[in-house]
């Protein structure tokens, strides 16, 4: 599975971006999707996942606080993450991930996901 993400930029505090990751191959709704962030110096951190169909959602809520939304359409073999009330410590490097075992504990932890997207950069002005 390859990813590319994109839909980074520039915005001001209070603003909203939707990001996006394109998948290629056939069997994008086998895979639970996450978004991922990384800002300078820090480690990676999970934002949101989601599963194959979109049953199940999961948030990093101490992170997000209901400001972040993941949506998935497998028609177009594309995972979403709409943010909300964006603040300038949401200013990081944006990655979708791709994970092929069942929805679990796991969805958290970047170790357990297997394909990567190159990053997209979020930069939030106040």
């Known amino acids: 599975v390859q990813l590319q993400a994109s839909g980074g930029g520039l915005v001001q505090a209070g603003g909203s971006l939707r990001l996006s990751c394109a998948a290629s191959?056939?069997?994008?709704?086998?895979?639970?999707m996450g978004w991922f962030r990384q800002a300078p110096g820090k480690e990676r951190e999970f934002g949101a996942a989601?599963?194959?169909?979109?049953?199940?959602?999961?948030y990093a809520e101490d992170l997000v606080k209901g400001r972040f939304t993941i949506e998935r359409d497998n028609a177009k073999n594309t995972v979403y993450l709409r943010m909300n009330s964006l603040k300038p410590e949401d200013t990081a490097a944006y990655y979708c991930?791709?994970?092929?075992?069942?929805?679990?504990?796991?969805?958290?932890?970047?170790?357990?996901?297997?394909?990567w997207g190159q990053g997209t950069q979020v930069t939030v002005s106040s």
């Open positions: 991930a791709a994970r092929s075992s069942s929805w679990s504990l796991g969805i958290f932890s970047p170790e357990q996901y297997d394909y």
């Open positions: 191959g056939r069997t994008f709704s086998s895979y639970v």
């Open positions: 989601i599963s194959g169909y979109g049953a199940s959602k999961a």
